[in-house]
Nanobody, 114 residues
Framework: QVQLVESGGGLVQPGGSLRLSCAAS????????MGWYRQAPGKQRELVAT???????NYADSVKGRFTISTNNAKDTVYLQMNKLTPEDTAVYYC????????WGQGTQVTVSS
């Protein structure tokens, strides 16, 4: 099994920055992608960014140029650097890992408000 533990959420003012981290443990070989999704109140969960073991990235249009996804050298931790945050970025952010099956973290709240 795979366990994903997120950290780094919180309250930030518009224009500010946050860095989310997600540590994976357990059976973490044969990873296809790691990434982040988010779900705002009353909305469906949506993709934010993904990264492959080879380093290929994919971003939602709404975060391009503001968010950066990366991993550590061991490829067992994924990060999401979020800059120039707006209230529209307020959501619960979920870490995601795809092998044969999908694995999800418990979610971390990000609130952008003055």
């Amino acid at each position: 099994q795979v366990q994903l533990v997120e950290s780094g959420g919180g309250l930030v003012q518009p224009g500010g920055s946050l860095r989310l981290s997600c540590a994976a443990s357990g059976i973490i070989h044969s990873i296809r992608t790691m990434g982040w999704y988010r779900q705002a109140p009353g909305k469906q969960r949506e993709l934010v960014a993904t990264i492959t073991p080879g380093g290929s990235t994919n971003y939602a249009d709404s975060v391009k140029g503001r968010f950066t996804i990366s991993t550590n050298n061991a490829k067992d931790t994924v990060y999401l650097q979020m800059n120039k945050l707006t209230p529209e970025d307020t959501a619960v952010y979920y870490c995601h890992l795809k092998r044969v099956y999908d694995y999800w973290g418990q979610g971390t709240q990000v609130t952008v408000s003055s």
